[in-house]
């Protein structure tokens, strides 16, 4: 088991500045609340929001400490005062029925005139978080790497750390997770044109099933990753399934692949690039297919003004779960292939709704398996981060 790297609860020494962020901070912070449909519950009994008494409830146990974190860290000072316990969920309250009221007015709750100013409280990406190949093994090591073991522990046998695909009209919490997982793969095996003998680049390996699904229909894969953990149990995996001699796992950065493919592989990956780097990511593709190959890419995506607004900003994701991570808008994969590549994008497959439910699934397995994963390196801090 890998130790995590822990961050310091970033509390500035009060200044006279800091005090007039705090101030601005509390109160637009009462302005947006009232406009929720939630119950905020204060220490002294106060009861802040828009929302009645069945309405979700949220606990500030340290209000001033939430304050002075939003004053300081705007777009990361949220997720640590829940990491730090300065808020939390009220009883009876699941996190996320709290914070869905939140999102459903994600670009409505602030006033034009202060979103006008989000450049103020915007940083730029770490350029020790930028794409490089010398950085992306560190950016991938600091979650991919945190142990297999904690891994095992939410995800379903097949080790897929991505999307299902659910399918037919049973309600989707009934369906099988495993097999909403291998029907993700297959489609994108099928996609790919992947059968005997075809010859299969995967960019990113996960715990190697796609790698395992892939050489029983008889292709021969080299799959790569920058995880060593994910290498050691994908290598384990495939050996067990008598498959060693059609795979090869390599811990080897995308742009250091050679030759040609008949088919490319790679199953949310590109979050992990970063903007800067997707010409280089793309261009890699076109380079490595045979022509008349074909690459199927399973990406989170975003809206394109959603991506215009985020992309040049530093926020809690990025800090403490995927570092150099951003998510792309499909304009923005559409400019990339289009200035860089002799690409053609022939179909596109949405999906969304179903990784709302593959979350689902992996948050209760996670709490479901919390006794077994805490320990001194996954404390009551990383709980909540995680959730």
Same mark, same amino acid.
């Given at each position: 088991?890998?130790? =995590?790297?822990?961050?310091?609860?970033?509390?500035?020494?009060?200044?006279?500045?800091?005090?007039l962020?705090?101030?601005?901070?509390?109160?637009?912070?009462?302005?947006?609340?009232?406009?929720?449909? %939630?119950?905020?519950?204060?220490?002294?009994?106060?009861?802040?929001?828009?929302?009645?008494?069945?309405?979700?409830?949220?606990?500030?146990?340290?209000?001033?400490?939430?304050? @002075?974190?939003?004053?300081?860290?705007p777009?990361?000072g949220l997720?640590?005062?829940?990491?730090?316990?300065?808020?939390?969920?009220?009883?009876?309250?699941?996190?996320?029925?709290?914070?869905?009221?939140?999102?459903?007015?994600?670009?409505?709750?602030?006033?034009?005139? %202060?979103?006008?100013?989000?450049r103020?409280?915007?940083?730029?990406?770490?350029?020790?978080?930028?794409?490089?190949?010398?950085?992306?093994?560190?950016? %991938?090591?600091?979650?991919y790497d945190?142990?297999?073991?904690? &891994?095992?522990? &939410?995800?379903?046998?097949?080790?897929?750390?991505?999307?299902?695909l659910?399918?037919?009209?049973?309600?989707?919490?009934?369906?099988?997770?495993?097999q909403?997982?291998?029907?993700?793969?297959?489609?994108?095996?099928?996609?790919?044109?992947v059968?005997?003998?075809?010859?299969?680049?995967?960019?990113?390996?996960?715990?190697?099933?796609?790698?395992?699904?892939?050489a029983?229909?008889?292709?021969? %894969?080299?799959?790569?990753?920058?995880?060593?953990?994910?290498?050691?149990?994908?290598?384990?995996?495939?050996?067990?399934?008598?498959?060693?001699?059609?795979?090869?796992? @390599?811990?080897?950065?995308?742009?250091?692949?050679?030759?040609?493919?008949?088919?490319?592989?790679?199953?949310?990956?590109?979050?992990? +690039?970063?903007?800067?780097?997707?010409?280089?990511?793309f261009?890699?593709?076109?380079?490595?297919?045979?022509?008349?190959?074909?690459? +199927?890419?399973?990406?989170?995506?975003?809206?394109?003004?959603?991506?215009?607004?985020?992309?040049h900003?530093?926020?809690? =994701?990025?800090e403490?779960?995927?570092?150099?991570?951003? =998510?792309?808008?499909?304009?923005?994969?559409?400019?990339?292939?289009?200035?860089?590549?002799?690409?053609?994008?022939?179909?596109t497959?949405?999906?969304? @709704?179903?990784?709302?439910?593959?979350?689902?699934?992996?948050?209760?397995?996670?709490?479901?398996?919390?006794?077994?994963?805490?320990?001194?390196?996954?404390?009551?801090?990383?709980?909540?981060?995680?959730?």
């Amino acid at each position: 088991m890998r130790s =995590i790297a822990t961050h310091t609860a970033r509390l500035a020494p009060i200044r006279p500045v800091a005090t007039l962020r705090t101030a601005v901070a509390r109160r637009l912070t009462e302005a947006l609340l009232a406009r929720v449909p %939630v119950q905020v519950h204060l220490p002294a009994g106060q009861i802040l929001g828009g929302g009645d008494a069945n309405a979700p409830r949220l606990n500030l146990v340290r209000p001033e400490s939430l304050y @002075r974190r939003l004053g300081e860290h705007p777009k990361i000072g949220l997720g640590e005062a829940y990491m730090e316990g300065d808020w939390t969920a009220g009883e009876g309250t699941d996190l996320a029925d709290a914070l869905a009221p939140f999102a459903s007015q994600l670009e409505s709750l602030l006033p034009k005139p %202060v979103v006008s100013l989000r450049r103020l409280a915007d940083s730029a990406l770490p350029q020790h978080h930028r794409g490089t190949p010398e950085n992306a093994a560190v950016n %991938v090591s600091a979650h991919y790497d945190l142990s297999n073991e904690l &891994f095992t522990a &939410f995800l379903d046998p097949s080790m897929t750390y991505s999307s299902a695909l659910f399918v037919g009209p049973e309600p989707l919490p009934e369906q099988d997770l495993q097999q909403a997982q291998w029907r993700k793969i297959d489609r994108a095996l099928d996609a790919a044109g992947v059968g005997e003998g075809t010859s299969l680049l995967e960019i990113g390996t996960g715990w190697g099933e796609l790698a395992l699904r892939a050489a029983e229909r008889g292709a021969r %894969v080299i799959s790569i990753t920058l995880s060593a953990e994910q290498q050691h149990l994908a290598q384990e995996r495939i050996a067990a399934a008598g498959l060693a001699d059609r795979v090869e796992v @390599r811990l080897q950065d995308y742009r250091a692949v050679t030759g040609q493919f008949d088919a490319i592989v790679s199953i949310e990956m590109i979050e992990a +690039v970063g903007d800067e780097f997707w010409p280089d990511f793309f261009a890699t593709i076109d380079n490595r297919l045979v022509p008349g190959g074909r690459a +199927v890419i399973q990406a989170i995506l975003m809206d394109h003004h959603r991506y215009l607004a985020t992309r040049h900003s530093h926020g809690w =994701i990025q800090e403490y779960i995927f570092p150099g991570g951003l =998510i792309p808008s499909l304009a923005a994969i559409d400019g990339v292939l289009a200035r860089h590549t002799t690409l053609q994008r022939a179909e596109t497959f949405a999906f969304g @709704r179903h990784y709302a439910e593959t979350l689902r699934r992996w948050r209760a397995s996670f709490t479901d398996a919390w006794g077994s994963i805490a320990s001194e390196h996954f404390d009551e801090r990383f709980r909540r981060m995680w959730e």
